[in-house]
């Protein structure tokens, strides 16, 4: 059974930084894309990080040069470093994994794996 656990959310001021982790227990996936999703106030969702088991990662323009995804393999664990934290990044951010393929390239619902997400709220 897979289970997805965020941490590392907070509240901080605008310029700050947070580290958000996530541990995919039971996750044993050796080809797949994972990444961060942002939910913002409303149905709006998008995923700001993905990175595929290759490392090869991907970022929404607005957080280039300012958040990096990494993860650490064994142990089986997603990162996302956001610095110059601006409010516009408010939001949940939860992160998910492939179930079936490894194409970063489908819709948020299709990805199979996620979770419940962690609050990040960045004051002005």
């Known amino acids: 059974q897979v289970h997805l656990a965020e941490s590392g959310g907070g509240s901080v001021p605008s310029g700050g930084s947070l580290r958000l982790s996530c541990a995919l227990v039971g996750y044993t996936n050796s080809d797949y894309c994972m990444g961060w999703v942002r939910q913002a106030p409303g149905p709006k969702r998008e995923a700001v990080a993905l990175?595929?088991?290759?490392?090869?990662?991907t970022y929404i323009d607005s957080v280039k040069g300012r958040f990096t995804i990494s993860q650490d393999v064994d142990k089986n664990t997603l990162y996302l470093q956001m610095n110059s934290l601006k409010p516009e990044d408010t939001g949940l951010y939860y992160c998910?994994?492939?179930?079936?393929?490894?194409?970063?390239?489908?819709?948020?619902?299709?990805?199979?794996?996620r979770g419940q997400g962690t609050q990040v709220t960045v004051s002005s």
């Open positions: 990175i595929t088991a290759d490392g090869i990662t």
């Open positions: 998910l994994a492939t179930k079936y393929g490894a194409t970063c390239r489908r819709g948020l619902d299709d990805f199979g794996y």
